[in-house]
């Protein structure tokens, strides 16, 4: 899933967590929430009602939540008569019955008596329980029924009233309005609405017209006010800003873990690549095998790059390698050749001076300008294996035949083969095509073959044998020399350049020691294996080409 399906996702989740707690909160809290709170409100309102009434004796600058409804009822402690108030009239209501005098004196005794009520109060107020025991009307209550029952018998008045004030209250209301809805052609239903300093009031009114008479149905009801909510909703806001704000952590935490979590790591997993040793970093595709979105695609993208810049790294490793072996071989050739070049110079300087001064023996030109000749060879030589030496793979690999270039190579050396009566011949396989830079592998083989023919007594024997297939697929070139072995003294060193033997062998080779490093560092360019090794009184050079080289 994709970071913006997944954060889509998220932002859904959330929404609906927050929906369904909204939905439960106003369907299962608000409610009850809003009665508590009408509840409260009218606790409040008759409380103010009675205290404004008992500071002012009237009703005359009273606010009261319902005109028409609200009164108050005032009995002394002395005196056969109860006053009565409200919004719109206040009268006096005096007892003529004997009986209903003394019933209204217990009632102030039993009142008064248990005014001050036993048992705790709580938060709420005095117990119930505590009421009934205080005042215990029950039984007063059923003797004035049966006064009113006997009174009215005698069709005698019990009480006179007395209005002290009579007042008009069409002052309290206001915003009078009037619908009519119709149902059919019979019915009709009549909406009277009016509206206080509180309150909004409304009476249906249904007529309908039937075939005997016409029928009226009436429902007074008090209208909602949006006023009565406000303050349940503002009180519930911070218990709203909690949840809410508790369901935003839950599942920014929830989001981080999904999203963030990811980045962090690959930001982590950039810190593990920049202190690695040797470039070696687990994967994150490792910790990650499941994971298919735009982080999983940015890791193996950073992965490839690192490994991009690990082998470009190794690379040139190998590269500096490579330098530093090629300016540890200039450097040996600067030092060194300048020093095995100054003794055929001085040799061949030396016999010139001879001859042209014509010095003792070196009157006979005809036997020291051979010996002249042979050091400038000795120096040309030198110089074009160190010249051919510094441009040596120049000429990029191809297709070549190797035993026929082994074949050629060893033609060239015929003439000195028969002069000093020595055998040479080629066994095993008749073709070996190797995918190689020819003018390198020549180079190798001449070394090799020059070596062994110079340093191979008269009447020897020069041995060549060619395996297309050796162990594991590896082609292979043997070069065996005979009567001849190299000092243990100077194996180990002996692919090192201006290393060389002693040429007690009677062939009178003259050697720089350069030869057998010269076909080491071609061999190490082109990923030959060169070996040299003594054996029973021969010497033998082995080459190992690699099988990808072979075709």
Known sequence: MGLGRKNLFYSMALAGAMMLFLIGYFVCMLPSLYVDHVMEQNLKSIYEQHRAYRENGSYEEVRVKNATACFSV??????????VAGKAFSAEIRLKEERLMQLLDRCRKKLEDGWHWNGERDSSGVPEQAVEDAFGLEEE???????????????????DVRLLYSGAVEDEFFNEAVKVHTYGEDLIIMEFSIEDTYNRYANYVAMEKTKNSLIISVLPVMAPDVGEIRPVVLGSLPMLGAVILLLVLLFSRMYSRG???PILRLVQHTQEMEQARDFEVRPLSAEWPDRKDEVRELADTLDDFYLQIREGYRQLEEKNRELAEENRRQEIFLRASSHQLKTPVAAALLLVEGMINEVGRYRDTKTYLPRVKEQLLSMRKMVEDILYLNHCGESGLRQADVAELLKERLRSYQVELADRGISAEISGAESLVLCTDEMMVTQILDNLLSNAVKYTPREGSVRIFLDVRGEGGAACIRIENSGVTIPRELLPHILEPFVSGSHENGSGAGSHGLGLYIASYYAKKLAIRLSVENGDNRVAAVLVFPPEMVS
């Open 74 to 83: 005032e009995i002394p402690w002395d005196g056969n008569y109860v006053l």
């Open 141 to 159: 209550m059923r003797e004035l029924e049966e006064i009113l029952k006997s009174v009215q018998e005698d069709r005698v008045p019990p009480l």
């Open 259 to 261: 999203i963030v979590g």
